[in-house]
């Protein structure tokens, strides 16, 4: 079983609907990392919590450190947020990596 | 400011044959990464250098990869012979030491035939 979990593992959405990956971890963490990765291969960071929610844009994330789980929500979904988004815990002084969701939003 | 650079973008080889990346990270980060990673997969840990000190290498097959960070700046991956299955996204990442934050260059994709 792998220490990170995202869920689903492909997702297509129509532009303007709203999308939730979810990442669950089972190893202690003193962060969560939300990347995204596009065709191409860069990957950008999105957010760092430990805690609660933050909010970029149309971009949120939770996190509930006793459930050991992660969400990242787009709102209002548009073509360009097409791409892998993947979720990393920060354990033992090294980042552990999801599989990646890749999401597809069509116009 | 320049990000992590990453060279070259693409690579195609036979295998048996020797390859080598190169990555400069951004300027001041003291922690490199170098990462694999597989299509459909996140990325893997290889080797990270602490300046040019590598403080953890657990996950590198030292049988056929090798690293180095001599002036603890830039950095040198290399696979030496290549396999088919070492096709793959080779990724570099840097950070300030200390800092969770990592940075990561476009990767090198890797084609071995």
């Known amino acids: 079983k792998n220490e990170v979990e995202q869920s689903p593992q492909n997702l297509t959405a129509q532009e303007g609907e709203f999308i939730t990956i979810n990442c669950s971890y089972s190893?202690?963490?003193?962060?969560l990392h939300w990347l995204q990765q596009h065709p191409g291969g860069g990957i950008v960071s999105l957010f760092m919590?430990?805690?609660g929610k933050k909010k970029h844009g149309r971009l949120i994330a939770t996190i509930n450190i006793q459930e050991k789980h992660s969400s990242l929500h787009i709102t209002a979904s548009h073509p360009r947020d097409s791409a892998v988004y993947i979720c990393?815990?920060?354990?033992?002084?090294?980042?552990?990596f999801g599989k990646g969701t890749k999401l597809s939003v069509k116009p | 400011e320049a990000g992590v650079v990453q060279s070259p973008r693409y690579k195609i080889i036979e295998k048996k044959q020797p390859v080598a990346f190169w990555c400069n990270p951004i300027?001041?980060?003291?922690?490199l990464y170098w990462y694999l990673q597989n299509l459909g997969q996140g990325p893997e840990l290889l080797i990270r250098?602490?300046?040019?000190?590598?403080?953890?290498d657990s996950q590198l097959p030292k049988d056929r990869f090798s690293a180095e960070r001599l002036k603890g700046v830039d950095s040198t991956l290399k696979i030496q012979p290549a396999e088919l299955g070492d096709s793959a996204v080779y990724l570099c990442?840097?950070?300030?030491?200390?800092?969770?934050?990592?940075?990561f260059g476009p990767g090198t994709r890797l084609t071995v035939l």
């Open positions: 990442a840097s950070s300030v030491q200390g800092s969770i934050e990592q940075f």
């Open positions: 190893v202690g963490i003193s962060a």
């Open positions: 919590l430990s805690s």
């Open positions: 990393a815990a920060w354990s033992g002084g090294n980042l552990i």
């Open positions: 300027s001041g980060h003291n922690t």
């Open positions: 250098y602490e300046n040019e000190e590598a403080v953890d």
